[in-house]
């Protein structure tokens, strides 16, 4: 077994040398101090040095000394393998105390930036570490060390850290040896997982996490009880020499969340490697890359609103091993939640809710862009009019009654999947994505070719599908033949198996694009460009070998077409190849709001209503559903998912109705007669309140009914009602989760959340202690609208007054903290047109809001909603006055808002 120190840090802790008396270092060496080894004295480290057989540490206030015997020396003195232990600025020694024969490892570490406020920092952050000293290997003592005889260079003391001695392994060298089991990948993470969680939750970062500090050591022997324990296995953190603020900027582009997300795929394809394991627990492996992949989405509250959850999931994937390897195809009702990690089409299909209030405008025969908040189900839409999602699951659709999935040939091109972030480096250099704009398009339509001839190919081997497409090889003949005429270059390969001609050519373009990548990275020539109008004669021909394709049109499901995957200047080269009109194929597009450019490369910009139809399930989903389809359709939607895991329990029985607040006017009354005194109350409960929360956020629904069955302990035989109250903190937390997280949006979040807040408590304040309406209900006043007198959008508007103020508020509605509705024509004339935003319906309970608007704050003009945005502690201010009950000061007094969980 190899030994690896622990104590590759520089956090103090008080020592018995001398803790009392804390004094510069570079007061006693002197004020020229080194700050990192020389690579001369790297290379005498490095090649097993003579060490002395003794260390010697004197305290900082130099009044005693404390001596060490040094271990693994041989018969010359040397220390081999010493360069397994240095660090950039400083190496570690294993040593032994001769008095009490503990072992301890001894880091001399370079003195340069170890002054006095470093040190005293250091004190503080080892000691917001004890509570957690399992997790860590934290320094016992501090002192200084003459440097080693013979080392070059070295004319100064060395700072030297004392620290506990662990005999184990790093991470890293068990990642070399490809052995590792999924418990053992699982107790880890975990481990790492908890060991971030806690250094987040005392304002600290490790700031240098990697497998390398990482130590895996067993139980000392003297503490094994049972056999077992001798094979039982420690986990902790080592090396905290880059331990900081967590405020504390840095210029490391990884931080601890990241650093924790590469351990993951470290461990990942070390499981990976050992092919036992991975071919044995398939599944497993599969929950395990969706696991990570949760982790990196840009907007990780779509799947872990509470951090908690992460933890959460690490246990449910440990615990199922067992339980899937017995049942591999057992699907868990919430592991799902985002469509691009549901595995098989099958399952998709039991779980798409056709009902969707859109769907009938989304499956029109015309291009459109779909948008919306993020994990509104654009993605299990398109996928969903994938003919290749339907192929061999005509049960499924029979049963359902659905309609013929062939009616139509759609095929899915993901932008996350397929495209990746393969072209986004281009743009990152102005004028370089236009200097490459024939590759790019050729690159784009190799793999839209690829994923049509995947299609046709899989169609064809299906005996249902095929007798409504007709599909055979003499048209395929045509289709390789018609492609390759396009190329000086040879681009079918030979074929030694009887697989399907089209589909090894669809192989064979995809070699071709990879071929492509390579020549854009090396910035070298390529001669084989595609012409923007290779898919309209691709489709064409189609349709000339077909008879299917003389009646219908290929239909391209672009799905994730938004900047933040495919930029702007990539986007303007594509969107000519995208809504080129022809009469033999069309792109539906969906991207996050705002996500798309509608110009192109040659400056001229796309119509929208000529060149396509955008549809907002956001906006769709506030101005279109009444309170009954919404009911249904968050009952249905988790129904299927019930059924699909075999799960005993159904949503009208375990979350059941909202009564006696079913009826919105009931609930804001209620916390208007309720909200402020004392008691602890549920009024967010049932599916009413559900299907009111829907802005078009499918996934935000999924995440609070997730956490509804974990704090009402639902398992798969559950039938009884989740109580209340559960229900009721299970949708305030998911709430202030959303609303927490605002603060850490990019790159307005500070001030996003400022403009939340003030209008959240406002309209709060307005609900609870404002004037009734006429109706005697109290005012929900959830949606700010303004008259303009010009049809411009408000963002431009905006940006006239400062550019600034246009992103600022294009952001608030890209990150779907408001919804934009489309604008409507204004009650004060037909030359004018009235701009409505409406609050994301999740932000209601973290205010302790009802979850239906009945009427809207009045913003006068352009310049009061600039108010709103840049000053919205006064523009809340002047809503609470028009509103107000009283006269005078006394107008709001009082406690307005309590912690809803009370």
Known sequence: MQVRPTCAGRTVVGMAIATSAMVDVAQIIGNKTMDALSEVQRNWIDGAPIIPATLTVRALDGQSTHTYEVLDRDAEGRVHGLHKRRGWKGFVLRVRDPATHEEFAAKLAVPGDYKQPRLEQELLYTSKLRPAKSLFVCPMSVGLSAPPPGMPDAEEDFVCFIAPWVTGRTLEQYLQEDSLEIDFVCSVAM?????????????????????????ISQVPAELALLADDEHRLEVSIIDLGSLKPSNQTTSKSRDDKICFVQILVELYNGLHRNRRVASSHPHFMRRFLQFIEKLVDEDQARHFPIENQIAQELQVLQRELEEVEIDESKFQPFEAISAEHLADDATLLELFVETLPWMQDIQERKPIVLTGPRGCGKSMIFRYLAVRTHLGLRAQNAERGRASPFDSFGVYISCAAHLQNNLSWLARKEGRAEQRAHEIATYFQLIVARELLKSLGMAYADSVANRAFRLDEAGFDNIVALISSYFSRPVESARLTNRS??????????????????????????????????????TGKLGSVFPYFKRHQVVFLLDDYSSNRVQEEIQRILNKIIFERVPTHYFKISCEKFGFDPGDIDGVTLEETREFTTIDAGSRALADVDDHAAKRFVTNLIDRRLSRAGWAGRAEKLIGSSEPYADDVQLASYIR???????????????HALGRLWSGDTATVLQIVREMFVKGSVQRDTTAPITKAAQHEAIVSISKAFKERVDGLHPFGALMAKIL???????????????LNSAKEPYRLYRLE?????????????????????????????????????????????????????????????????????????VRDIEELQTFLTAPERFADRARMSYATKSGADRFSGELFEDTDD
């Not at 090894?504 to 012409?531: I, M, S």
């Not at 408000?794 to 990150?815: H, M, N, V």
């Open 757 to 771: 807040g003030q209008y959240g408590a406002a309209v709060r304040d307005v609900m609870v202690k404002g004037r």
């Open 786 to 858: 303004m008259t303009k007198d010009e049809p411009r959008s408000t963002i431009a508007l905006l940006r006239d007054l400062d550019p600034e103020l246009g992103s600022l508020a294009r952001e608030l509605l890209r990150r779907a903290i408001f919804i934009e509705l489309q604008d409507s024509r204004a009650k004060e004339g037909l030359s004018k047109q009235t701009m409505r935003w409406e609050l994301r319906r999740i932000f209601n309970p973290a205010f302790g809001l009802s979850l239906k608007r009945d009427s809207y704050l009045g």
């Open 501 to 538: 001609r089209i589909l090894h050519f669809a192989d064979d373009l995809d070699a071709l694009r990879v071929q492509l990548h390579g020549t854009l990275l090396r910035d070298g020539e390529w001669n084989d460009h595609l012409p923007d109008t290779f898919l309209a004669d691709l």
């Open 191 to 215: 481990q790492v997982l908890r060991a971030i969680t806690y250094l987040k939750r005392v304002e600290l970062k490790h700031d240098d996490l990697h497998v390398g500090n990482v130590m």
């Open 673 to 687: 007669e309720h909200g402020s005194t004392q008691g602890r109350r549920y009024y967010y409960h049932g599916l």
